[in-house]
Each structure stands twice: as C-alpha cells, then as structure tokens.
C-alpha cells in the first residue's frame, strides 16, 4: 500500500511538474512570437523595405507620367474637320466657289471648291485659330474665323455671298481755255458801284490761265468800254480848262489834241501791261485779290502787285510784265506829249506809273471788292477729276 501510494504521490507530483513545464513552454512560446512580430514590423515599414521597394515603384510612376504626356500631347495634336456651305444672296446655293482655309500662323493656305450642294469640306486642319475667305466672280470677298478644337467637327454657318460694289472712276478732264474764258466773261461784268469798269481784278485765287487770245480780249474790252473814253474824255477837259500841255493849244483843235493823246497814253499802256508782254513772258496781268491775313500782310501784298505776279504756270515770280509795259508805255507817249527833257520824263513818269500800279493793288483789296458788283463769288470753277461711285445695291 505504501509503495502504491508513493508511486500515485510520485505520479501526481510528476503530472504537475510536466503541467507546469507545458505552461512554461507555451509562455516561452507566446513570448517568442511577441518579440518576433515586433522584429519584423520594423522591416515591413522601415527604411530598408523603402529602399527595396522605393526604386520600383517610382519607376512605375515616371512610366506612367510619360505614358498620359505622350497620350495627351496626342489628343491635343488630333487634326478636325471644317466643313460649310456656301450661299448666294437669294439663299440658293453656290457652286464652284472657292473657299480658302488658312491657318493662325498664315504659314500655308489650303483652297477647295464649293460642290453642286454648295458644300465644302477641309479635312486634317490643325487645331487651333482658323480663318475661311470665300471669293467667286461677280461678288465680294466674304471672311470667317473660328478656332478648331483638337479632332473637333466644325460646322461653319452658311457662308452668303455679297454683291461686290463696282467703283466706276470717271476723270473728266475740264479745258482749262473754256474755264478761263468763263471766268473772264464773269470779269467783264465787274463794275464799281455798278457802272465803273474793274475787269482786271480775280476773286478766285485758283483762276484758270489766260491764253493769248485772252489777254488781248481783255485789253479790248477794257480800253473800248464806253466808261473808259468817257473818263478819258473827262480828264482831258481838265486839262483843256488848266490849260496843261499848253503846245496843243485852245478850243476844239487843243481839246482834240488832248483827248487823242490821253486815250493812246491809256490804249498804249492797257494793251503792254495787259496783253503784249504778258503773252510774251507768260504771266497773268490781273491783281488776285487776296483778302485774308493780317492788314499788314495784306498792304505789303497790295503794294508788291507792281512787281510781282502770278505767271501762267501758277508760280510767283517778278512782274516782268507791268515793269516792261510801264516803260514802253511812258517812252510812247513822250512821243506826242510835248517835253523838252524826254529822258527825264519817261523816268519820272515811270516812277509814277509804278507807284499808281502798286496803289491801285491796295484800293483792290480794301476798297473796290465792296463796291465792285459781281465781284463776291470765290468759288472754285475748276475741276480737273472728279470721281464717282456706283453702287450696283441701289
């Protein structure tokens, strides 16, 4: 019984002591798989997983960076299509028009022809801004722009045509003889205080040239008006009653003398200031009357008439003219006016004659225009081209 007991005590204390030692080993076991999962969490988030896997997966990533570039550069480069129709103003459509396509940098231009539907049609058009120009014969150049969206379809609006304005140029080319003779046919009515003759004065700084045939007509005109011999007449009975130039003598026979010899001093002077040599030299023989600018401006013009003229040409030069007539004139008329110093009274009456030219300049100009009926109109009678515009619209 003894040795029973001890081998059941012996059996009990060994069941407990391999109990206890399973426990332990199941806590050494627990503790092992602690310290190994703490080990490995390190390495799977660590550094060293990041430079193991790090590489491939940024690799992985600039691939597919450079894939969606390639992939969006192509879409933005897709060429579209353009497409219309052309239409005329009566909404029928146009055939055989050319439409022309040109491209934002204008680097080439691409051209079709409208089809039997009126239809056109650019295929392969670069996105981007684009402009369409439609020209056919008859009709105006019509133009649209639009901008091209990459492997867009783009439908442009009915594109009408307009009838093209035809600019007809007419030149008529006015003769400058028929002008001037009508400006001269207006000169002929000027008359101080409506009776006075005042033919010699221009109201239009833009008057037509006188030709030959012109200036002699004017002289005529001037030197035979009725007002002209009656104011010859009337001076030389002035004469006759202060018994100047004595030598001619009293009564009829003096008063003769005088009237003829004072009518050839005015004929003889008109015609060499006013025709011989104005032909000769080409200059106009009238005073342009100038009207504008200050008063000193005006005077120092007035009094320059004397030696200063417009020539035929339009241009400005020295009064070749008034100066040669002035002379001749007065060594003329020393001929039939008694003088015992001829030289001495062809320059003085020279003189004289200039000065009277440079005055009557200055009662041209602030005096006689106001007086002198016929003499307001300064409107421009010549005109060389005209231009006119027709409009196939209206």
């Known amino acids: 019984m003894r040795g029973r007991k001890a081998i059941i005590a012996r059996t009990r204390k060994f069941s407990k ?86 491209p934002e940098d204008k680097s080439a231009y691409r051209e079709v022809v409208s089809g039997e539907n009126g239809q056109f049609s ?4 670069p ?39 035809v ?3 007419v030149k008529v080319t006015v003769d400058l003889v028929e002008v001037a003779t009508e ?23 833009d008057a037509a040239p006188l030709t030959t045939k012109l200036k002699y007509q004017l002289a005529w005109k001037s030197s035979t008006d009725i007002v002209t011999i009656a ?39 008109t015609f060499l200031s006013g025709a011989v040599f104005p032909s000769l030299f080409k200059q106009d023989p009238r005073y342009f009357y100038r009207g504008t600018g200050s008063t000193k401006k005006r005077i120092l013009y007035a009094i320059s008439n004397s030696v200063w003229c417009k020539g035929d040409n339009g241009r400005w030069q020295v009064n070749y003219s008034n100066i040669a007539g002035v002379a001749s004139g007065a060594a003329l008329a020393s001929t039939y006016y008694p003088s015992k110093n001829q030289g001495m009274n062809i320059l003085s009456n020279s003189l004289v004659r200039m000065g009277e030219s440079s005055l009557a300049g200055v009662v041209q100009e602030f005096v006689l225009r106001k007086l002198t009926k016929g003499g307001h109109r300064q409107e421009s009678s010549v005109t060389s081209e005209q231009t006119v515009l027709v409009d196939p619209h209206n």
Do not use: W
Request: charged share 15%.
């Open 167 to 169: 600019v007809t140029q």
């Open 122 to 125: 650019f295929t392969n058009v």
């Open 231 to 269: 104011g010859v007449a009337f001076l030389a009975g002035l004469q006759q009653a202060g018994d100047q130039y004595s030598e001619f003598g009293q009564g009829a026979q003096g008063y003769g003398k005088r009237l003829g010899a004072e009518y050839g001093d005015a004929f003889a002077s």
């Open 127 to 165: 996105p981007g801004h684009f402009q369409l120009s439609v020209n056919s014969s008859g009709f105006g150049n019509e133009l649209y722009s639009g901008d091209l969206a990459p492997g867009q379809t783009f439908l442009v609006p009915p594109m009408v045509l307009s009838i093209a304005t």
């Open 183 to 205: 400006e001269i046919k207006e000169q002929e009515h000027q008359r101080v205080l409506g009776f006075i003759p005042n033919f010699y004065v221009s109201y239009r700084p």
């Open 17 to 102: 002591e391999r109990l206890l030692g399973s426990f332990c080993f199941a806590l050494v076991l627990a503790y092992c798989g602690s310290a190994s999962a703490q080990t490995d969490a390190p390495i799977a988030g660590g550094s060293f997983a990041e430079e193991r896997f790090a590489p491939g997966s940024s690799a992985t990533t600039e691939i597919g960076s450079e894939q969606n570039a390639r992939d969006q550069g192509a879409q933005a480069a897709k060429p579209g299509i353009v497409i219309g129709t052309v239409l005329d103003q009566s909404g029928a459509v146009s055939v055989g028009t050319v439409v022309r396509l040109t």
